[in-house]
């Protein structure tokens, strides 16, 4: 008899039992026609997830790193840039800019409190040189859900780059990211996708490229131009985690090419 592990935690989550058995299977070719087909299955199936026609990356990494692929690729040493934040998860967000350089302007709430839309627009009134903005959805260490469609609004009006750690909200509570007018939204795939830990997904707003040709930061293995080229030929620019996106993906796979496509909300509550 197996005895199974039920995770009772924000992710990895448990993985349905296909999936598990899906690992189960030889390494493919991550340059050959089969990843090539799979990372377009995917990357489709996301922007549905996300609402978005704006490019999509798949990075191989955890969420943290497609996070820091958005400071690296938007923010420059010496950058003053806007962090919002109410709790662990918004630190993590303040300490990486900071880590890039960054002139960190904190609007902080106590934990277990939303950031307030209207204490966001006064800072980013006061802050007119921060063309970056760091929010987090939902703040996991407190299990506090920010409303961002009102803080991604007050972003945009101000004509900020709004960026979204979406990592443990996007494909388990709405997101409109073209409609709220999000630049840059990140998740991770052992989260709600419901697919094992590995890589990020990250979208990328025309905006957002504008202010990458602009960005200084030192980058490399998240330079988001190489993700974007080697994507348009069916790959990642580096080898991709074990498996993926291979049959280890099947979960994140199997949510994106439903038809009956919709968040998992109502599960995950
Ligand atoms: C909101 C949020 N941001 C970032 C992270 C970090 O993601 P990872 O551990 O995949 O790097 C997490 C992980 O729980 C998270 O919940």
Not at 3 to 20: A, D, K, N, S, Y
Not at 107 to 118: A, C, I
Not at 225 to 246: C, L, N, Q, V, Y
Request: a positive charge; charged letters at 20%.
């Amino acid at each position: 008899m197996i005895f199974h592990t039920q995770l009772r935690i924000p992710g990895p989550t448990p993985l349905p039992e296909r999936v598990v058995r899906s690992m189960n299977r030889p390494m493919i070719d991550h340059r050959g026609p089969e990843f090539a087909a799979i990372l377009a299955e995917i990357t489709a199936g996301a922007k549905r997830v996300f609402k978005t026609k704006n490019d999509l990356l798949l990075l191989t990494s955890s969420g943290t790193g497609g996070l820091e692929s958005a400071v690296a690729n938007l923010v420059s040493p010496g950058d003053e840039v806007v962090v919002a934040l109410c709790g662990n998860f918004g630190e993590r967000f303040a300490s990486l800019a900071a880590a890039y350089g960054a002139e960190v302007v904190r609007l902080e709430f106590e934990w277990g409190q939303p950031v307030d839309p209207d204490d966001l627009a006064l800072i980013l009134q006061r802050h007119p040189k921060a063309q970056v903005l760091l929010l987090t959805h939902n703040e996991t260490s407190t299990g506090l859900t920010n409303p961002l469609r009102e803080l991604a609004r007050v972003g945009r009006n101000a004509e900020r780059i709004v960026v979204v750690d979406g990592v443990s909200s996007i494909s388990s509570i709405d997101i409109e990211t073209d409609a709220w007018g999000i630049d840059v939204a990140v998740s991770g795939s052992q989260k709600g996708w419901m697919a094992p830990p590995g890589f990020a997904l990250v979208s990328v707003s025309e905006r957002a490229w504008a202010q990458q040709e602009k960005a200084r930061s030192p980058r490399f293995y998240f330079d988001w131009k190489e993700a974007r080229t080697w994507a348009a030929k069916g790959m990642t620019p580096f080898t991709a985690t074990p498996g993926w996106p291979g049959r280890r993906s099947q979960g994140c796979r199997r949510w994106v090419s439903s038809s009956s496509l919709r968040t998992v909300s109502g599960r995950t509550r």
